[in-house]
């Protein structure tokens, strides 16, 4: 039986990252041809050239260690991703259809975060200071990712809302940004 160590999770965790790495960089062409916005446009293409640089970090951190660079099929990434190209392959009106990309490029973002921190965390205590850096830096990456999404998400998603016709709710739609509302919940806390 294989020696279960806090080391052996760790690097389970980097080839998992580097799976997941591989998985976007094959989905956000696909992503980025089907957003009609312009800014959503950039967005993702930008940050498809940070996910390259994002894998060859993870390729430098297997190096640094010594270790054949493998990735091991990342399950959670391939199962947000298919749910993200479900949603937008659904027919929606190009606004409402750029909202849905948006959607799942936030969650594959989230689940991103989530990977480097844990990753990052091991790296320190395991006393690997490079690769904790280099694991912090994609993290500030992913972080500043989604914040630029949030972002667009409130302009394109008005847009979509605007454009999707009438309101089938009854409701008076929501003016308040989910900073404004972000900020009111600091103010009262």
Known sequence: MKQQS????????LRDLYDAERQIIKA????I?????????TALSEHLEVTKEQEQRIVQIFEGR??????????GMAGVLEEGSELVE????????????????????????????????????????????L???????????????????EQINQEAQSRGGENISGKEPATETRKEASSR????A
């Open 90 to 133: 659904k027919g929606w009106e190009e606004a409402v259809r750029d909202a849905a990309i948006l959607t799942a490029a936030q969650r594959v973002e989230h689940y991103e975060m989530a990977g480097y921190g844990t990753a990052r965390d091991l790296a320190t205590l395991l006393g690997e200071e490079e690769a904790a850096q």
């Open 185 to 188: 919940k600091r103010s009262v």
């Open 33 to 41: 041809r089907a957003v009609s916005s312009d800014e959503l446009k």
């Open 6 to 13: 806090i080391e052996d999770l760790y690097v389970e965790q």
């Open 28 to 31: 956000l062409p696909k992503m």
């Open 135 to 153: 694991l912090e830096k994609t993290l500030e990456e992913e972080k500043e990712a989604d914040e630029k999404l949030t972002e667009l998400s």
């Open 66 to 75: 010594g270790e054949k660079v493998k990735a091991q099929k990342c399950k």
